[in-house]
């Protein structure tokens, strides 16, 4: 099993500044991508940005320029660097990760995994 904790969320004014971080842990396993989704109230959940093992990257149109998605395969971890804050990047933000487990030298079919989610509340 992997462990997906997210931190990083909370109040920031209009214009400001977050970094959300994600931290895989568990038993052997390897991460192919990672993103973040968000969910506001009443939506559905919506992709904001990706990024595979090989560093590619890709975002929503809403955060192209304002958001940046980088990685720490080391710590097995991915971040979320969210500037120029809008109201309406207000949301609950979850990360996702494609892992294969491996075991006794075998390595499983690729499955998601979610963290909890953390808000981000974007208002003056």
């Known amino acids: 099993q992997v462990q997906l904790v997210e931190s990083g969320g909370g109040l920031v004014q209009p214009g400001g500044s977050l970094r959300l971080s994600c931290a895989a842990s568990?038993?052997?396993?390897?991460?192919?991508?990672m993103g973040w989704y968000r969910q506001a109230p009443g939506q559905q959940r919506d992709l904001v940005a990706i990024?595979?093992?090989?560093?590619?990257?890709n975002y929503a149109d809403s955060v192209k320029g304002r958001f940046t998605i980088s990685r720490d395969n080391a710590k097995n971890t991915v971040y979320l660097q969210m500037n120029s804050l809008k109201p309406e990047d207000t949301a609950v933000y979850y990360c996702?990760?494609?892992?294969?487990?491996?075991?006794?030298?075998?390595?499983?079919?690729?499955?998601?995994?979610w963290g909890q989610g953390t808000q981000v509340t974007v208002s003056s």
């Open positions: 996702n990760a494609n892992v294969q487990l491996v075991k006794g030298g075998i390595i499983s079919s690729p499955h998601d995994y």
């Open positions: 990024i595979t093992a090989g560093d590619n990257t």
């Open positions: 568990g038993s052997s396993f390897n991460i192919n991508a």
